[in-house]
């Protein structure tokens, strides 16, 4: 009778455990700039066309102080575990579709390849096509969490501002107080108001340019690569052969590579947060002198204007400038995020294993035991 060898412990991290690790160091990098995230999509969601937002105001000092002396510290953390939640999530479902289109990729070529044939490996371009395929599946099955947190971030701002003197102004600013006092800002609230105003579908608002804004990871990873091979070449020729770059200049090779892909893709990141928050609406209305609804089922009587629609609003009043309102909070923080995602990079990977590990303690413990 065969003798059943006993299942080894983990000793490395498999592809899934790198996963984990990625997902667990994104929430703790996201977590440690989070002030910013709020700061960034508030001025990307604010209106400073024609008498709207001062533009002063908008700065991320100004914006934070406003923010604490009005709403509290908690004002900087709304959606918080929202967004915790869409990070370990976009992480994983990434992971799993990339897995999923990969594997079947392979397959086919396998299929193709004459019999005897060697495997060859996949060029950077087509990496990067899985990787847009997957972070598109993966934004499919995650924005609606992203929504709900986005919208808590805004909080009261996405309530419609009245400015100036006269009846209906002054109903507007009653009725928004009545808003402000019965609106329940919990992740559940937030997804019911959604649904009541908008339908099921209000949970995908934004896809649209969710879908395009998936070139952003290819671009960043496309930039590391190219300017990495670059380096590792010039630091070969002066004789260092160790193949590996130091954690600063890693750091600020990601940093660069990331702030490279933000500038392009900014204005689409710009117009995903104005169509979730719906001050884009508001801005429409404005345009078309009518009043702004926020309440009832809004496609009953109105769409929502698109990414190109709010783009072409922009331009007009703000000039190409204005695509690019807030870039500064959304570079600071993707580089600070960055920086603690490669200063706990192999932290984090240590933990993984160990909750790996302690996992498969639990499930063949017994066993290992002879139990």
């Known amino acids: ?26 929430c703790f990098s996201n977590a440690v700039v989070y002030p910013l995230d709020t700061i960034k999509t508030r001025i990307q969601a604010a209106n400073t066309e024609d008498g709207g ?5 908008l700065s991320v000092t100004n914006l934070a102080l406003k923010i604490v002396k009005e709403e ?12 915790m939640l869409n990070t370990f999530s976009m992480q994983y479902a990434y992971f799993f579709f990339y897995s999923v289109v990969r594997t079947s ?24 096509l ?12 995650t924005i609606p969490v992203a929504v709900i947190a986005t919208r808590q971030q805004i909080g009261s701002r996405s ?47 934004g896809i649209k340019p ?8 290819a671009i960043t990873y496309g930039m590391y690569e190219r300017i990495k091979s670059v380096l590792l070449l010039a630091r070969e020729k002066a004789g260092q052969t160790d ?39 508001d801005e429409e209305a404005k345009e078309e002198h009518r009043r702004a609804v926020h309440h009832g089922f809004h496609h009953k009587k109105d769409h929502h204007p698109g990414a190109l629609d709010i783009l072409r609003r922009v331009w007009k009043h703000q000039g190409f400038l204005g695509w690019y309102q807030g870039m500064g909070a959304q570079v600071l923080k993707a580089v600070l995020s960055q920086g603690v995602l490669f200063m706990s990079k192999e932290r984090f990977e240590h933990w993984a294993l160990t909750i790996i590990v302690f996992y498969w303690r639990l499930t063949h413990g017994r066993h290992a035991s002879g139990v």
């Open 1 to 26: 009778m065969p003798v059943q060898s006993k299942p080894q412990k983990p000793t490395q991290l498999t592809s899934f455990g790198y996963a984990l690790a990625g997902a667990l160091g994104g």
């Open 53 to 57: 937002d001062n533009e002063a105001e």
């Open 72 to 83: 509290g510290l908690t004002g900087l953390y709304g959606g918080f575990a929202a967004t």
């Open 105 to 128: 990729y392979i397959k086919r070529l396998a299929a193709r390849r004459p019999p005897g044939a060697a495997a060859q490996p996949l060029s950077t371009a087509a990496e990067l």
């Open 130 to 141: 899985l990787g847009a395929v997957a972070g598109a599946l993966a934004q499919i099955f």
């Open 159 to 205: 309530k419609t501002k009245a400015k100036g003197k006269g009846k209906e102004n002054a109903d507007v600013e009653a009725q928004n107080s009545v808003e402000e006092e019965e609106r329940d800002d919990s992740f559940f609230g937030v997804a019911r108001e959604i649904v009541r105003e908008e339908g099921v579908t209000g949970l995908w608002l």
């Open 210 to 217: 969710g879908l395009v804004l998936t070139v952003n990871p």
């Open 243 to 281: 193949g590996k770059l130091t954690p600063l200049l890693s750091f600020a090779l990601g940093a660069l590579s990331k702030t490279l892909a933000t500038v392009v893709t900014y204005p689409y990141i710009m117009a995903k947060v104005r169509i979730q928050t719906r001050s884009a609406d």
